[in-house]
């Protein structure tokens, strides 16, 4: 159970002064419903203000506050943004912009002929002065005058800087004391504040000791809790899987496996034929194999006269495996059966006898394969296929619940470094696929400036209409970033003016219908052109699309422009990755750009980001979606997480039980960051 200690965190969100039924929404999208979400939604960016009496005296790419009358209200055709035209002192027209339903509220909070004090970064478009959703409008100057410097939160649509700041003030006020967690020496060493304090200073302005902090106890808790898993992992007793190679002989696949795959397979051989349940990661690049050899391994679990499931991260994913399988399997009887969270009553039913029997063989589903109601007659073996984004240890607790504990494999296609594998993964054995199949075409990857845009859309003109298809992708430093949403729809708006109905849009905060709409279509090969954000979240293979464009290529790390690039070159048609790179770059910006023009190798790149990176170059980029933490980035990870996992080993050694004091901070850390998961197989789950 959860220390007691930790209740004020774990309350609401909506136990909060001033949050009523209105903003749920919008706080449940930031994934800020309780009040520990709140103190740990760690401003972005902390901006200084300049007052400026008219535009003349500011510049453009600044951040001012300004007094504006408000002139007109602009809407615009379709799905353009709202327009509203405002005049400085002075006379200087400009424009704000507000996209989406954030134009409701701008008409309310701006009304015609009212002087509003305006704060937000000056741009300009052609000719026209700009602010794009500004950060803050009032009646009255004197609140923003007062605050020139300011921390900028993640927001989504319905929340304003305002009342997050509001939000996160109260959830500050919250914070209890807690025990110290860190190996007091490190403490010292590094001159890091105390938890509580790290908190309240990382809100205030720039502390990198107070975010590296942070940073860690995240960090600790995760290597903490897949040692857990693995010592446990170690007290189980798993069932020996030796197979007779009878239904590998059969299986009928159209290419001989590469020698990486052979050796995986022999490697998870080995493992599965042991008494001790295996605990494997496999890693490969995106294209590398890693079905295959997973089949061999469900394989000899069914030759030995087991079950074997693959778990999948979502429905899309889950389909496309069963498919493939199925059709690899074809000629052997081995009976596959997807299992979803779709299927319902008798389906459903029938599915669950057939895993009870033991009819069918092996299960592939999300992790509805997992749930209570679902029993196997002899489950040998699981395979986790794509783990990163949420992490691998909370799957592997569900396999070690089990009472007879199935030896696991989990597949990753995110290319880390090896000095951080075994930290992130908490010491599984590793196999790695470092070898391409034969006959892979290298996609031809260009870097071309920004200032190119119109050479670039007249280059997609000609693709698409050629018949191809092709991916547009636009940063987005974390979903809910309004600055990088709003820039991402006006160039879907703008490509769809140029290319009409054919382009469709992706990003994150789309309705789940929607975006499945939009896949379908562009997958189908009804839309040509994929606007996306989140072109990591599309896991659907389209080997027609053979063009990327990556807006503002310099603002992603290596690994994840390699992911990115990763979605084309899929087909037989040779495919072409267009990295755009805006103006002011630095050396190293360049020079991890020319990386990627010159290797495809996503192990080879893993650790040249790792090393431009650790030269102390600060992105500004915080890499979300590749890695199961919230709060460290990645930067923090790859400098901190090798510290953090010896210092969990070490906890680990002393107290395996977690019941010294220190021991027990640990616990509360563990709950704290909710790698519980860990503390419940402690207890023997
Ligand atoms: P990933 O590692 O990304 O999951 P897949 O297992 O989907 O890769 O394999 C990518 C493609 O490569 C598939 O079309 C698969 O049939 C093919 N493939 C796998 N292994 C080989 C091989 N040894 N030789 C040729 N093609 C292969
Ligand atoms: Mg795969």
Redesign the pocket.
Known sequence: MRPDLLNPLFAESGSLKGVGPGLARPLEKLGLTRVRDLAYHLPDRFVTRRAVTNLDEASVGEQIVVALTVREHRASAGRGPFRILAEDAAGNVVALIYFGRASYSARKLLPTGETRWVAGRLDQFGQTLQIVHPDHVAEDGAGLMGQLNEAVYPLSEGLTQGRVQGLVHQALEHLPELPEWIEPGLVDKMGWPTWKDALGLAHKGQHPLARDRLAYDELLANSLALLLVRASNRTRTGTPLVGDGHLRAKLN??????GA?ARSIAEIEGDVAQGAPMLRLLQ???????????LHAMLIAVEAGAQAALLAPTEILARQHAE?LTR?VAGTGVTIQLLTGRDKGRARESILMGLLDGSIQICVGTHAIFQEAVAYRNLGLVVI?EQHRFGVGQRLMLTQKAKRTPHCLA?T?TPIPRTLTLAQYGEMDVSR?DEM????QAIDTRVVAQDRLVDVVEGVGRHIASGAQAYWVCPMVREQETEDLAAAEARHAALKERFGDTVVLVHGQLRPEAKDAAMERFASGEAKLLVATTVIEVGV?VPNATLMVIEQAERFGLAQLHQLR?RVG?GSQKSTCLLLRGEALSEVGRERLALMRETQDGFQLAEEDLRLRGGGELLGTRQSGDTPFRVADFEQIARLLPVAHDDARLLMERDGGLSSPRGEAARVLLYLFERDWGVQLLRGG
Do not use: E, I, N
């Open positions: 696949l159209p290419f001989a496996l590469t795959q490969g690049d995106v294209g590398s194999g890693k079905t295959a050899v997973a493939t690899m296929d597949m296609a696929l199949p034969p006959g892979r293979d990763g899929r």
